[in-house]
């Protein structure tokens, strides 16, 4: 296994950081919802409650960067490298929208909209990340199942206070 020198932790760090900050943008439009008009509102029997999102989020985001890291430090000549990065930036910003849309908006049909073609994205990033990194790839596999039963659950908000 290749060295980790001084440059690939700060790397790490900012792949970390940065996938971070999309739910800390994110959270700035569900803190204040939460306890307000998401509370109002009719929920499925499969919601968890409120407190497991955090820690899920939380998770979610440092896996995303872990593989960000490993997609970074991939062949760097590689179009599906370029690809790959593209796809993660895009999906990482309808990630944070996404908040913006369902909370800040507080619009469940807008969060489905959001959440449909993200789910989409996260699923061509993982396939296009398994011709350059397999860890990578892997890594975002817990990302694309919680965000299939955030969508299920994003569905069955909006169907049942339509």
Do not use: E
């Not at 593989?67 to 970074?72: N, R, T, Y």
């Not at 396939?127 to 694309?144: E, G, H, M, Q, S």
């Amino acid at each position: 296994m290749p060295q980790i020198n001084l440059k690939d932790w700060a790397i790490f760090l900012a792949s970390i950081i940065v996938c971070q900050m999309a739910g800390v943008i994110g959270s700035f439009f569900t803190i204040s919802a939460i306890t307000g008009w998401y509370a109002t509102l009719s929920k499925p029997f499969f919601s968890p409650p409120n407190w497991v999102f955090g820690p899920v989020w939380i998770s979610l985001y440092t896996l995303m960067g872990v593989s960000l890291f490993f997609l970074w430090r991939s062949r760097p000549q590689s179009s599906d490298r370029r690809r790959a990065l593209c796809l993660f930036g895009a999906q990482l910003i309808l990630n944070a929208f996404w908040s913006v849309a369902f909370f800040g908006l507080r619009n469940a049909l807008f969060g489905l909209l959001i959440i449909l073609p993200l789910l989409g994205l996260i699923g061509w990033l993982i396939l296009t990340l398994k011709k350059v990194n397999l860890i990578a790839a892997a890594l975002l596999y817990p990302y694309f199942l919680w965000v299939s039963f955030a969508s299920i659950l994003n569905f069955s908000v909006w169907y049942l206070n339509r």
